[in-house]
């Protein structure tokens, strides 16, 4: 436990937003480390992750919420739609995190969901985007309506520059709760490793298959241990299970070179949660629709 000062503030602070705003990047980009992974694709977060920011008179914990899509409708979807408003209900505060050129139906669909008890901030990602007296103009109008919501700020900010990342980090210290820190300041997400493994390794399928594949595939890690001759030596296993046999190809590639590229990609990032070698043991197994199961989904923790 850190923070035992009368002056010390801390908090959890709920993200939401769509798919792909830059929920995820923004908690990694304030941690300072990768917390939750990222990818250009929808979905990519399916649980919720937690991260911890510390500093000498704060610790904010950053709940990084599954985008909120409202057209899908796979059951796999609607858990995680359910999964992000419930979470937000129960924060200090709340970040809704939009894009600074546009503004969506689902954009304000979310904003009029949000729990009205618990402080809003509005932030607007992507400003870097932004580069002519029109598109300005545009960014000022959304601004105006944006107002309706009562937010306690809207703040333009671009993850990908680290432009007023500090600026929102302040405005979250001014209205967070004085207290004690619930973490250790050398924490950086309460996750276990067989969580922080799964993801790593599913990042780089995302990264390694098509647009639509990663919606029908899951990553369970099944054993992590350490080689009892070889101390620094971790030996991991995982299944890919995927729910549609034509993707099974696909994932291993030809002669396995596909899977080849998965693990060889994990194992690096891996080595370095692990400070140490890793040996990595991925198989491949089809398990019809498992992203319409409900027992399947309730096993993998999407509950």
């Not at 480390?33 to 399916?46: D, H």
């Not at 809704?96 to 304000?108: H, I, S």
């Not at 995302?206 to 350490?226: F, K, M, P, Q, W």
Request: hydrophobic letters at 40%; charged letters at 25%; proline letters at 4%.
């Amino acid at each position: 436990m850190v923070g035992n000062s009368i002056n010390f503030l801390t908090g959890y602070v709920g993200l939401a937003g769509r798919p792909n705003v830059g929920k995820s990047s923004l908690m990694n980009q304030a941690i300072g480390k990768q917390v939750s992974i990222v990818t250009k694709r929808k979905q990519t977060t399916r649980n919720p992750v937690l991260g911890i920011f510390s500093s000498p008179d704060c610790q904010i914990a950053f709940l990084d919420n599954p985008g909120i899509d409202f057209k899908n409708s796979l059951l796999l979807n609607k858990r995680l739609k359910k999964i992000a408003f419930s979470n937000v209900a129960h924060t200090n505060l709340n970040i809704v995190m939009l894009e600074a050129t546009k503004l969506l139906a689902d954009d304000r669909k979310i904003l009029q969901n949000m729990p009205n008890e618990i402080p809003l901030l509005i932030v607007l990602n992507k400003v870097d985007k932004i580069r002519n007296t029109q598109q300005k103009e545009a960014m000022y109008k959304m601004v105006a309506e944006l107002e309706k919501f009562k937010p306690l700020e809207i703040i333009p900010i671009s993850v990908k520059r680290n432009y007023q990342i500090d600026l929102l980090i302040k405005k979250i210290k001014q209205n967070l709760p004085v207290g004690e820190a619930p973490f250790k300041k050398t924490s950086i997400t309460d996750r276990d490793l067989k969580f922080r493994v799964s993801e790593i390794i599913r990042k780089n399928i995302i990264n390694c298959v098509g647009d639509e594949i990663h919606y029908h595939l899951a990553v369970e890690v099944t054993n992590i241990e350490e080689d009892p001759d070889l101390s620094f030596l971790r030996r991991i296993e995982a299944t890919i299970y995927t729910s549609k046999s034509s993707h099974k190809p696909i994932l291993i590639g030809e002669r396995g070179r596909k899977l080849k590229i998965i693990r060889l990609r994990s194992t690096k990032e891996l080595k370095n949660i692990f400070q140490g070698d890793v040996h990595l043991s991925l198989w491949v197994k089809l398990v019809s629709c498992w992203n319409k199961n409900s027992a399947l989904l309730d096993n993998m923790g999407i509950s």
